[in-house]
């Protein structure tokens, strides 16, 4: 092995340390307790050699919600591909996205509602919000009929985004979301 290929591969080992430390920082204490300094200490670098892989904080959330899209989107990807009909593939990937939102509040937090300096909707977004988003858009494609299947599937998204984000906020009870959950699914999927 070269000495390029070595550094090479710490190098993008001291980057995943970094975003480990941020992602279970932020779950346990929250997204405010993740500072520069904070990290360099959890991982035992200094911070010129944190800002040497990242230039701030904001660039790190960034390469966190970067890592949660695409674990979401194994999430929705296995739930599309549990069930056959598109009506239950739709309820699946919708619970499963609620439950993502759910069980990893800082993680969703940094993809969907701190400020983080990501291209969303270009042509320049990195590959793993595109692939979210894709499994949203091929479960809402076969429901779609006359309406344009990209519409609609922002539509939908949205709609799960805000029950995710008025339940946890505390701004709609837990206790009607599965049927908040269920009528918003409903309205989507053919009745029958």
């Known amino acids: 092995m ?20 941020a992602r279970e920082l932020a779950e346990s204490e929250g997204w405010d307790a993740v500072t520069t300094r904070r990290l360099a200490a959890e ?6 050699v944190l800002y040497s892989h990242f230039k701030g904080k904001d660039a790190i959330m960034a390469a966190v919600a970067v890592q949660g899209f695409a674990e979401l989107a194994a999430e929705l990807r296995a739930a599309r591909a549990s069930v056959s009909d598109p009506g239950a593939a739709l309820a699946a990937v919708g619970a499963a996205y609620a439950e993502f939102g759910e069980r990893r509040p800082a993680l969703y937090d940094a993809m969907f509602t701190h400020a983080v300096d990501l291209p969303f909707a270009t042509p320049e977004a990195p590959p ?12 809402i494609e076969p429901l779609a009929g006359d309406d344009d299947p990209g519409i609609l599937t922002e539509t939908f998204w949205s709609g799960l985004h805000g029950l995710v984000t008025l339940m ?17 699914i409903g309205h989507f999927a053919p009745r029958g």
């Open 128 to 139: 793993a919000l595109w692939d979210a988003f894709g499994e949203l858009h091929r479960t």
């Open 2 to 21: 070269s000495i390029q290929t070595r550094r090479e591969r710490e190098r993008a080992e001291r980057e995943r340390l970094i975003v480990t430390a």
């Open 43 to 48: 991982i035992e670098y200094s911070q010129p």
């Open 168 to 184: 946890r906020s505390g701004r709609l009870p837990r206790e009607g979301h599965d049927r908040r959950l269920a009528l918003l």
